[in-house]
Each structure stands twice: as C-alpha cells, then as structure tokens.
C-alpha cells in the first residue's frame, strides 16, 4: 500500500514563488515514477512534470523553465518548487506515483496512488 502526503501550498502574489512538497511511504517498486499534476474546477487533470527513481526529470510545456522537481530518495520525497507564478496558475495541486511498466507519463491514467490534493491560489 502506497500513501503519499502533501503539504506547501497557500496563497502567493503574482511573480513570487512557492515550494511544494510530497512525502511517500510504502512504495517497494524500485523503478516506480512519481509525478506532479494540478487541476482547476470544470478542467480536465494536467500534469506538470515526471520523475523517475534516479532522478530523470520530464516537464510539460506550460511549466517548463519556471517549475522544478527535485527527488530524494531516501525518504522518499519529492518537491516541486514554482517560481514566477502567475494567476493562470491557480489550481489544487497533487503529487502522484506508479508501478507500471508503460504509460503516458504525464497521463492520470498513467498513475496508481495520488495525494490528497494542496491549494495553490496566485493573485494579482
């Protein structure tokens, strides 16, 4: 059983930044992925970008440039760090992981367990 925690999230001015954080736990694949998603009501689910177990990092076009993902493996964690954030980028933020073999890596279908979902609000 796989169970992810999220925390960082809150409320930001336009052009600040902001760190989030995903902790995992019982995760015994060791070749398994975690990813970044977030979602805005009556849109579909977007990823963000991907991380592999050594730390291979795939962004999407939207955030490429401006969002990090970082990997620690001993705990282990993950963090996605935002700078320049902008009002676009309102939405709950999630941290996923999977097991599976194959896969569209920035698809939800991609992904088994997710986290419970972080706030991120940015005004301007």
């Known amino acids: 059983q796989v169970q992810l925690v999220e925390s960082g999230g809150g409320s930001v001015q336009a052009g600040g930044s902001l760190t989030l954080s995903c902790v995992a736990s019982?995760?015994?694949?060791?070749?398994?992925?975690m990813a970044w998603f977030r979602q805005v009501p009556g849109e579909k689910r977007e990823g963000l970008g991907a991380i592999d177990s050594v730390g291979n990092e795939r962004y999407a076009k939207s955030v490429k440039g401006r969002f990090t993902i970082l990997r620690d493996n001993t705990r282990p964690s993950m963090s996605l760090k935002m700078n320049n954030l902008q009002p676009e980028d309102t939405a709950m933020y999630y941290c996923a992981a999977t097991d599976r073999a194959s896969g569209t890596l920035l698809s939800p279908e991609f992904y088994n367990d997710w986290g419970q979902g972080t706030q991120v609000t940015v005004s301007s």
């Open positions: 019982g995760i015994l694949s060791s070749a398994y992925r």
